[in-house]
């Protein structure tokens, strides 16, 4: 299969989904302006020390962070705080926090230069037009509601930029190294036989819930799958080969947050203001899964609290977590119409208020789709190959073809592309499997016909159409997300061990947190 013309692995798809992304008319924009954030928060001046002086928050390896540059961070996420109704820290503990998510995204940065990954104007472009697309807009529709909301348009595009290099960089060094075996897949799948998978979100902190006015009686509903859980953490990490001291001082600490939780003390805001863990900012909240799918430390830890409670203190190699179970409870389907013994419920017995919602993929039925059989001949655009000759290349090799070359012959000596020794062969192609330009060219073109020079990010093409054929794709469909629903709950842990690693290797100098005189 082509390296290139094809959607990298779900990755863009991926970054699409993240909040910056998926913002609608109407709601809310994930990420504040900066002129925003300093509208709405006064600026509390900084303790005459040199740290300030410098104006340099911290050295990570030769990339400087500003003083500058984490007050504008600081402000923006003070805003998200306050939307999300997190109780936001005090000054100096929200400047450490949200410094260490900057260190974090520093190091990503660097470890996605090293490994010469980034994010060309023509993916940004194809994301904006996804962005526009989903919201019913036109690119320029969207630009004018995103300044209409206050937001800066290159900021929303560089921010936009950041998500989707951290995806790539997400595939790249974490998720590429984790195996999902077709073991794994079929014993997932036989978990749901015959009933639609779930697609649990990580649900952004959300405030304490309210009571709810009295509902109209709904069907009766049933609970099946494993039952899910939502868990939000407050880590106090220990770092490596540290003494007996600092690992009694560090639980000290842990000690100290457990009783203030104990006392009433909001779970969110204390994880915003005490944890270590990459979650911090988010309230700790680190998603919903099956329970078998946390660490056996977390689900032994939560197995029996109900939602709502708190573990104690569990340590682990990081260090000292605290856990708050923010939701347990099961899906659930319609009851059989006709009158059966109701199915017993594992104990504890969710209420169905409490049960997560998840969006479902159809459990049986046919999923009919036309695949098209397609070649193509690819050539890239260069220094030395501009895009008129590359086109004009193209245009001779299809008159070529016109008077009884064959297709397939001219692709193994012309086409650079990686299915050049194949002829062109693309396989059977499904719809979104190629980008949106070659896909568009393809479909108007009947059996054996051969297109005109075709442009996309990645070159100049021919595409020639062998054949079509309407196929069932349904169990593919189901493994496929099968696949990534469990890849979805493994990367979490794997790209939190990456980036302590990242951490260990690199030179950090966090001289806002230096005491003075050190």
Known sequence: MMSG?????????LALMMGICAWAPGQAVARTSHAQASARHQAVKPAASQQFVDGIAAVVNQQVITLGQLEEKVGQVRVQLQQQRVPVPDEATLRHQVLQQMINQALQDQAAQKANIHVSDAQLDRAIQDVARRNRFTVDQLKVAVQRSGLNWDQYRNELRTQILDDFVRQHFVEDKISITDSDVDSFLNMYKGEPLPVPAAPAPQPEPKPEPPRPQQPERVPFGPELFELSQILVEVPNFSSTEVVAEKRKKAEAILRKLKAGGNFAGLAASSSDGPQALQGGDMGIRPLKDWPDLFARAVKNIPPGGITGILQSGRGFHILKVVRRGYQTRPAPKAKARPQPKPEPQPQPAEQPAAPQIPANGPMMVTQTHARHILIKVTKVVDDAKAKQILENLRQRIEHGESFAELAKRYSQDSTAPLGGDLGWLNPGDTVPAFEQAMNKLKDGQVSEPVKTPFGWHLIQVEGRRTKNMEQEYRRVQARRILMDRRIGPAYEDWLD??????????????????
């Open 5 to 13: 013309l094809r959607h990298p692995a779900g990755a863009l798809a």
């Open 501 to 518: 690693q990242l951490r260990a290797q690199a030179y950090i100098d966090n001289r806002l947190d230096k005491k003075p005189g050190q």
